[in-house]
Structure formats: structure tokens, C-alpha cells
């Protein structure tokens, strides 16, 4: 299990296109991939579930990744979010 801190820097945080670009990015890797905000935890997989976390600009969520691409995915993923999730 691996896990890291990152910053949401999207203006208007994890909308909807951002949410589907986080979960199609998510959806290449086998490991289980969560993150967590606040109380709550959400699956990095399902875009219901990245909206509802409702998070924003700023924000600080914690990624964790379990399973056999768990650095890659990791890597990916904070990658992918700071260069803005296509916005």
C-alpha cells in the first residue's frame, strides 16, 4: 500500500469533467485506489463516488493505492492532478 498527499488545483475543483478525467486515469490500473477528504473516503474509480466527495480548489485528499501497480498508479495519478485534470 502506498499513499500520497496532493493539493487540488482546479479552479472549480473536482467537477464533473475533471472527476471523469481522475476516474478514466484511475480505471487503467488494477489497484484498488481511494482517496480520502475530510470524514470521507471515496473510490478514485467511480465518478458518483469523486463528485460526492465534493471537493474544491485547494482542498488537500489522500491517495491511496493497494495492488500490484500501486506505485505506477500513485505516480500517475498525482501526476495527472498537478497538471490541472485537462483544465
Given amino acids: 500500500m502506498v499513499s500520497q498527499k496532493v493539493v487540488i488545483k482546479n479552479p472549480t ?10 476516474c ?3 480505471m487503467q ?14 473510490n478514485a474509480k467511480s465518478v ?7 471537493v474544491k480548489c485547494g482542498d488537500e485528499v489522500e491517495f491511496v493505492c493497494e495492488g500490484e501497480d500501486e506505485e505506477e498508479a500513485l505516480n500517475s495519478l ?10
Fill in 13 to 22: 475543483g473536482l467537477h464533473l469533467r475533471p472527476a471523469g478525467i481522475l
Fill in 24 to 26: 478514466k486515469e484511475a
Fill in 29 to 42: 490500473f488494477k489497484s484498488l485506489i481511494t482517496f480520502t477528504f475530510g470524514e470521507s473516503t471515496a
Fill in 48 to 54: 458518483l463516488s469523486v463528485l460526492g466527495a465534493c
Fill in 78 to 87: 498525482v501526476a495527472i492532478i498537478e497538471s490541472g485534470l485537462g483544465e
